[in-house]
């Protein structure tokens, strides 16, 4: 997500030497966290950032790309989402609260 001087996190990071921290993924989870990242990019922006994934938006996903998932695979992969949401909401709290002060 990028400020209004179209900067990013990471690299405002970078900018004042701070490390920004990789997601470690487990090796059983790397289907998972592909998956996630696809259903994601698929998706259309929100209003006020990005809407939570849908079920219909799931099984359209699973439709089109012919992959196969068990009720706990869905169930971590909504998990994924929430905590995507939360943290965008995160920063885009964090980048207006720096930009008004």
């Known amino acids: 997500m990028r400020d209004t001087n179209g900067e990013t996190r990471r690299e405002r990071n970078e900018a004042f030497e701070l490390i920004s921290p990789e997601a470690e993924v487990p090796e059983a989870g790397h289907a998972l966290w592909d998956w996630f990242w696809d259903l994601r990019s698929a998706q ?12 219909l938006e799931m099984l359209a996903w699973l439709h089109l790309t012919g992959n196969l998932l068990r009720r706990e695979d869905i169930a971590v992969l909504k998990a994924m989402d929430g905590r995507y949401c939360q943290a965008v909401e995160e920063e885009t709290e964090a980048i ?3 930009e008004a002060g």
């Open 96 to 98: 207006r609260a720096r």
């Open 44 to 55: 259309a922006p929100g209003f006020s950032g990005p809407a939570p994934l849908s079920h």
